[in-house]
């Protein structure tokens, strides 16, 4: 069995790189993320406006994942290389664990905040994950603070909280919730970044989700049996579906599956940054399909901290050699999500909404 280094770096500090990957697979890699992320926002906003249940929902979606990892590993050889890694209560309590504790507050935090906010808002505030996953990513050693970066940060933040007050109904429950989600995200990203990429535990996504998804769906579950299961009614199990769950549930898994790829061959801050173009795809929904109104201040705010955002992609953005990869990224992003957006509102009963307001 090979033997077990905690969190391992490189000789030099840091976490050992991976193989930079052509512009073209970077720029795949981003838009599948991009599209299954905002397909999983879209499908679960509507879900949670049907029948709530927020914590319920994102402990389906890992359990899912834990039932599908765990046959995968099972009746195929596509996870075998998880023999390779330590089988030890210290690689769990070191590695796995801190990931899944992390994630499970991710998860929570950012699907609570759908009850309090609308998508547009939400995306918006989201424009400060690269500062969060920055100043984690110094924390842990990842990236070396620099004085542009931190001057970055200050307008980033600052951009942020110009959009923040320009909201027309501010929720304090809401806007908490947005940044315990956005915090325990960088901490995630960055602690993937090293699970996957570091020397002596290089392990490939789907082998990740194997080992994270279990932890994370029990402690969901946890949560859920003190905040939701006691007001759980069947009716609303009922009303949603089950087809629609598991449609649900497999976007979903699209999305873990997608993001973790993406971390392990470029970084937690180009995921983060590619994240920017994703946002202002939800914004745009947001508007066409539940016609939220975005105030002057809002897009001020929104503005300043997407072309400073745009400038630390030029800067940090490394992973991606050309501009091709980031284009054909863009691309195909509308094209398919425009496709998907329109299929999910045919089936949600919002497709005439969104008829009557492009045509």
Request: net charge positive.
């Amino acid at each position: 069995m090979a033997a077990y280094t905690q969190l391992p770096v490189s000789s030099t500090g840091g976490v050992v790189q991976p193989d930079r990957p052509s512009s073209l697979k970077v720029g795949l890699y981003m838009v599948a993320w991009i599209v299954s992320s905002n397909i999983t926002i879209l499908f679960n906003k509507w879900l949670l406006d049907t029948a709530g249940f927020t914590i319920l929902l994102v402990t389906w979606h890992l359990i899912f994942a834990t039932v599908v990892t765990q046959i995968l590993a099972r009746t195929t050889s596509y996870l075998d290389s998880r023999h390779n890694l330590p089988n030890t209560w210290d690689f769990f309590l070191t590695t796995v664990l801190p990931i899944g504790i992390v994630s499970s507050g991710s998860l929570v935090a950012s699907n609570f905040v759908y009850l309090y906010l609308s998508v547009a808002v939400i995306q918006m505030l989201k424009a400060a994950s690269p500062v969060s996953v920055l100043l984690v990513s110094w924390l842990f050693g990842v990236v070396d603070p620099t004085v542009g970066k931190v001057v970055n940060i200050l307008v980033i933040a600052l951009g942020v909280a110009v959009a923040s007050a320009g909201m027309i109904e501010f929720s304090i429950i809401g806007f908490v919730f947005q940044m315990c989600g956005l915090a325990f995200e960088a901490v995630r990203v960055v602690m993937t970044q090293i699970m996957l990429n570091s020397e002596g535990l290089k392990m490939d996504a789907m082998v990740g989700l194997y080992y994270y998804a279990p932890v994370v769906a029990i402690l969901n579950l946890l949560v859920a049996s003190i905040i939701e299961i006691p007001h759980f009614d069947m009716e609303d199990l009922y009303r949603v579906g089950f087809s629609m769950l598991f449609l649900n549930a497999a976007v979903a898994f699209t999305l873990n599956f997608t993001s973790m790829v993406l971390i392990g061959k470029t970084s937690g801050l180009v995921m983060s940054l590619s994240g920017i173009f994703k946002n202002i795809l939800l914004v745009i929904c947001s508007v066409l399909i539940w016609h939220v109104t975005i105030t002057p201040i809002q897009l001020l705010g929104y503005s300043v901290t997407l072309c400073v955002a745009r400038g630390m992609v030029s800067r940090n953005g490394s992973s991606i050699k050309s501009r091709k990869g980031l284009w054909i990224a863009l691309g195909t992003m509308v094209v398919c999500l425009t496709g998907l957006t329109l299929g999910i509102g045919y089936h949600t009963g919002i497709y005439h909404s969104i008829k009557e307001t492009l045509f």
